[in-house]
């Protein structure tokens, strides 16, 4: 094991199904030092949906002497404003790394099931609905949402690249596509919120 782990959110789902609707600067310290502390964690994956959010828990992260799993998770973000908020972040991520912090920057998180154009549903609750309810036959008929995410994985690396000069994943859970043609497979390795890494080329 590489290191020991956990997953802190900053809130993720969008409008009243926020997850976390009560944010402090100094609940956010607090917390890091109880998971550097007293959780004796060497990294943190901070997940989450807005960018300043992010930005405030790396910094104290990285104070706390953790290893910062920056983690965008935009849930429901309409399709054309995804490559600009995942530039923003970047450059975010870039901030903390530049401060001398070990920062991986994780460019999104099962993105065919939780944000649009992918596979069938207005919302994350529609696309998860119609996968708990699928048959074989309608997980067979993915061909062509596996080309478009490999496709749009490779935009979100290009861009992510431009801004953010450290370590690149993606975070893909079991019901995730199983191939991805831009992703490059790596050792596998327990990290933050158990996600295997691997690096976008």
């Known amino acids: ?17 926020l997850s976390r609707k009560s944010f402090t600067p100094e609940t956010v310290r ?44 935009p849930v429901d973000l309409p399709r054309d404003q995804l490559l600009p908020f995942f530039a923003d972040c970047a450059a975010r991520a870039e901030a903390v790394r530049e401060t001398g912090a070990d920062v991986v920057f994780v460019a999104g998180c099962e993105i065919s099931a939780f944000c649009g154009g992918f596979l069938p549903g207005e919302t994350y609750g529609d696309r998860m609905r119609a996968m708990a309810a699928a048959d074989m036959e309608w997980w067979s008929s993915l061909g062509p949402v596996q080309e478009r ?53």
Not at 1 to 17: C, K, Q, S, V
Not at 54 to 70: D, K
């Open 149 to 201: 995410l490999n496709a749009f994985l490779s935009q979100i690396a290009a861009t992510v690249r431009t801004h953010f000069g450290g370590q690149v994943t993606y975070a893909s859970g079991p019901l995730g596509i199983r191939r991805l043609g831009c992703v490059r497979p790596r050792r596998h390795r327990r990290l933050p919120g158990r996600l295997q890494r691997r690096q976008l080329l």
């Open 30 to 73: 607090h917390d890091m030092a109880v998971i550097s502390g007293d959780l004796h964690c060497d990294a943190v994956r901070i997940s989450g949906r807005e960018p300043e959010r992010l930005s405030i828990a790396a910094r104290h992260a990285a104070a706390a002497g953790l290893e910062v799993w920056f983690a965008p998770f």
């Open 1 to 17: 094991m590489r290191a020991r782990g956990i997953n802190y959110d900053t809130g993720f789902l969008p409008g009243e199904e």
